[in-house]
């Protein structure tokens, strides 16, 4: 008569058991021989998240410019955006509104992004300094020295899979380098071992719509990155 074959499995199961249980006495761990390891979000340094970062920065007195702003733009988006976007300074309208690209540049970055499949509440958006330089002109390297820190910060708490900086000023700030943007344009940079793509700021855009074909490109080589690294 045949075996019972349930009896059998528990058979099986049962010194299977005892093989095990032996093993461990002898000191076996597993099949790797090493404990498994911990998760990897364990190991992370503790950064401070966007809410800690804004409250650290009060109302900044930092530098100069405070005095001229009517609001501390300090940036736009979800804290676990993928794609990042990093402009100079607020213009006049994000001044008066507290929003980053609000103004005409923002509108074409807007139209850039639904251009992309992308839509704006999906990406974080922030500029090297938060608050308004007197009639949009360029930063200054004190100005730069005492804002960037929070930007660092802000990246730190977001980790974006990449970042596109926005004009000359950015790029340079960002990655520390006194090269031009037309060399560096449309090549893959690292920054804290995030992927940057320096591309043309909107507001050039605006007055070189002839130069808009090659944000595009830059735009699809992020875009194919990004595809490619859906898993993140
Ligand atoms: S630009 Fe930055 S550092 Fe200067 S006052 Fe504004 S928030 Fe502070």
């Not at 702003?69 to 955006?81: E, I, K, N, Q």
């Not at 607020?90 to 609000?102: I, K, N």
């Not at 990246?155 to 960002?174: E, F, M, N, Y």
Request: aromatic share 6%.
């Amino acid at each position: 008569m045949p075996e019972d074959p349930v009896h059998e499995l528990r058979e099986l199961v049962d010194s299977l058991s005892d093989w095990l249980r032996y093993q461990r006495r002898l000191g076996w761990r597993g099949v790797s021989g090493q404990r498994p390891s911990p998760p990897q979000d364990r190991e992370k340094p503790f950064e401070p998240s966007l809410e800690e970062i804004r409250a650290e920065m009060g109302d900044c007195r930092r530098c100069k410019l405070y005095g001229g702003r009517t609001h501390l733009v300090f940036g736009d988006g979800p804290s676990d955006a993928r794609l990042m976007f990093v402009g100079e300074a607020p213009g006049a309208d994000e001044d008066r509104q507290g929003v980053p690209f609000v103004g005409a540049a923002g509108q074409l970055l807007n139209k850039m992004l639904t251009n992309l499949g992308l839509r704006r509440e999906e990406v974080y958006i922030a500029n090297i300094l938060k608050s308004r330089p007197p009639g949009n002109r360029d930063p200054e390297a004190d100005e730069i020295a005492a804002c960037l820190p929070f930007l660092e910060k802000q990246i730190k708490a977001i980790r974006p899979r990449v970042i596109v900086t926005l004009g000359r000023i950015s790029t340079q700030a960002l990655l520390g380098t006194k090269e031009p943007l037309t060399r560096l344009r449309g090549h893959w940079q690292r920054y804290d071992n995030i992927r940057v793509m320096p591309t043309f700021h909107p507001s050039y855009l605006l007055r070189a719509p002839q130069e808009r074909r090659k944000t595009w490109d830059d735009m699809q080589q992020v875009m194919e990155y990004l595809t490619g690294h859906e898993e993140a």
